[in-house]
């Protein structure tokens, strides 16, 4: 099955910024903390593999409602994405911190190798689901019909916000406003939505 550059950038594009300031990142950052990066980074990108895995095919089962009920749902969940995003904005860093202490606490015991990579899957693996980027990656197939290109372009930008947490987290923390980075995260949501509503009401 050949892919869509268009839907895998659109894809990258969606779920960059809504997991950039998301939990992800604090978890990925707070594990390389306590264990090599490196393995670290290779669990939690296996752990982003299955869960994107899991949302594109419930998106591709979602392709067979009707048209108009994927495209209102769809609508739903890229608007409820744009208010969380908004009304989380203001405590962001309060809850970066907290969440800090949470997966300090998940990594409290020294691993290497292969049981760091491990124990980074399984932290990932039970804080993500029912993320707000599952739920967009649902969305996107759901509006797009092209699985494989959503797998693509979702599994690219949780690559690229894990491995920007594991090897250059803190810098990063230093110069980004968590805050901001919600608000370009619900602004991007809710191009998507009006791009959805546009399509419901072409039919």
Do not use: N
């Not at 997991?19 to 090599?36: G, H, M, N, Q």
């Amino acid at each position: 099955m050949s892919l869509d550059l268009d839907v895998v950038a659109s894809t990258f594009g969606l779920i960059l910024p809504v997991e950039l300031p998301d939990k992800t990142f604090v978890a990925a950052l707070i594990l390389s903390s306590r264990y090599r990066p490196l393995p670290v980074w290779l669990g939690v990108a296996a752990a982003f593999f299955v869960q994107t895995l899991v949302a594109v095919t419930a998106g591709h089962f979602a392709t067979l409602l009707p048209r108009w009920v994927l495209l209102t749902v769809t609508l739903l969940i890229f608007t409820a994405g744009a208010i969380i995003l908004v009304r989380t904005a203001s405590g962001a860093a309060e809850a970066e911190r907290s969440q800090e202490q949470e997966y300090a606490d998940k990594a409290a015991v020294t691993r290497t190798g292969w049981r760091a990579a491990g124990a980074s899957f399984v932290v990932l693996f039970a804080a993500e689901w029912g993320d707000l980027s599952q739920l967009l990656t649902i969305g996107q197939v759901a509006r797009t019909h092209e699985p494989v290109s959503v797998f693509v372009g979702a599994w690219t930008a949780l690559l690229l916000i894990s491995g920007l947490a594991v090897f250059v987290g803190r810098i990063l923390l230093r110069y980004l406003r968590l805050a901001v980075l919600h608000y370009v995260g619900a602004a991007v949501c809710t191009l998507f939505a009006v791009l959805t509503l546009v399509e419901l009401i072409r039919g």
